[in-house]
């Protein structure tokens, strides 16, 4: 009698864009539908992984990302060595974060197949969210150690065009004392934004000195942008500024069919 070997699944590196789920790709809705086991990070906005959820087939399974880059990779060959479709849905893209390059450097190294599928940046997508333009030279990054930042390289980057940054909360002080210290003029236009692409984003204007006290209540991940290219948002500024913006508005229907209202309303 023969043994019938299991046949091997593959891992997805999904990016899950800046967090509107409609920003979501074709491809990454493909990878997300046919999975099996989404672990997904703890910064997935609660909207977008409920879109993801309900896309999913009845026994997929979710559970977060959890330890380091290794703990991950072990999570997710240890699912395609089982036959099954395993997908990592990483928050913006997934060659954006150091720790997910890890994680398909480990997978790369065995003869598990793998997939990497691109996602909207949370720094690039958040500043044109918030009518921020990054054209011409830009540098933008998804922060993940600010102690790991070049400084004076976005103190050059800011001379010439457009930084957008996307970081913790609680880091925009250690930022400001580096971009200070790097030669930023104290002067230079700031902005911040909070829960970008989100229902209740919120801009917060302002200059490289005072940015700390114009962030205050900001929580979570937030992207600063600056530079010259901040000015612009006085005119080009529209997620923010659609009528219905803030509003709460009840539909008064069932869940299945006021889908589509929602939509409507939510794009207004």
């Given at each position: 009698?023969?043994r019938t070997r299991?046949?091997t699944?593959h891992?997805?590196f999904?990016?899950?864009?800046?967090g509107?789920p409609?920003?979501?790709t074709q491809?990454?809705l493909e990878?997300?539908a046919?999975?099996?086991?989404v672990?997904?990070?703890?910064?997935?906005p609660?909207?977008?992984?409920?879109?993801?959820?309900?896309?999913?087939?009845?026994?997929a399974?979710f559970?977060?990302a959890e330890?380091?880059?290794g703990d991950?990779?072990?999570?997710l060959l240890?699912?395609a060595?089982s036959?099954?479709?395993?997908?990592?849905?990483?928050a913006?893209?997934?060659?954006?974060?150091?720790?997910?390059?890890?994680?398909?450097?480990?997978v790369?190294?065995?003869?598990?197949?793998f997939?990497?599928v691109?996602?909207?940046?949370?720094?690039?997508?958040?500043?044109?969210y918030?009518?921020?333009?990054l054209a011409?030279v830009?540098?933008?990054a998804?922060?993940e150690?600010?102690?790991e930042?070049d400084?004076?390289?976005?103190a050059?980057?800011?001379?010439?065009?457009?930084?957008?940054l996307?970081?913790?909360?609680?880091?925009?002080a250690?930022v400001?004392?580096g971009l200070l210290?790097?030669g930023v003029?104290?002067?230079?236009?700031v902005?911040?934004?909070?829960?970008?692409t989100g229902?209740?984003?919120?801009t917060?204007t302002?200059?490289?000195?005072?940015?700390?006290a114009?962030s205050?209540?900001f929580?979570?991940?937030?992207?600063l942008a600056?530079g010259?290219?901040?000015?612009?948002?006085?005119?080009l500024?529209?997620?923010?500024?659609?009528p219905?913006?803030?509003w709460?508005?009840?539909?008064p229907r069932?869940?299945?069919?006021?889908?589509?209202?929602?939509?409507?309303l939510?794009?207004y």
């Amino acid at each position: 009698m023969t043994r019938t070997r299991k046949a091997t699944g593959h891992i997805s590196f999904v990016g899950a864009g800046p967090g509107d789920p409609g920003l979501l790709t074709q491809r990454a809705l493909e990878a997300l539908a046919s999975a099996d086991h989404v672990v997904f990070d703890r910064g997935i906005p609660e909207p977008l992984l409920g879109t993801v959820r309900a896309g999913a087939h009845e026994e997929a399974q979710f559970s977060p990302a959890e330890g380091a880059s290794g703990d991950v990779a072990k999570v997710l060959l240890s699912a395609a060595r089982s036959g099954l479709h395993a997908v990592h849905l990483v928050a913006g893209d997934p060659f954006g974060h150091e720790s997910v390059v890890r994680e398909v450097q480990a997978v790369a190294r065995t003869a598990v197949p793998f997939e990497v599928v691109p996602g909207i940046g949370q720094a690039a997508g958040v500043a044109t969210y918030a009518g921020i333009p990054l054209a011409g030279v830009r540098t933008v990054a998804d922060v993940e150690d600010v102690g790991e930042v070049d400084y004076a390289g976005l103190a050059l980057a800011a001379a010439r065009g457009a930084v957008a940054l996307s970081v913790e909360a609680g880091d925009l002080a250690a930022v400001r004392d580096g971009l200070l210290a790097a030669g930023v003029e104290p002067a230079t236009p700031v902005s911040v934004t909070g829960d970008g692409t989100g229902d209740t984003q919120y801009t917060a204007t302002s200059t490289v000195d005072s940015l700390v006290a114009a962030s205050l209540g900001f929580a979570g991940r937030v992207v600063l942008a600056v530079g010259a290219a901040v000015a612009n948002r006085d005119k080009l500024s529209w997620w923010e500024n659609r009528p219905l913006y803030g509003w709460k508005v009840l539909v008064p229907r069932t869940k299945e069919q006021a889908g589509a209202m929602s939509e409507r309303l939510r794009a207004y």
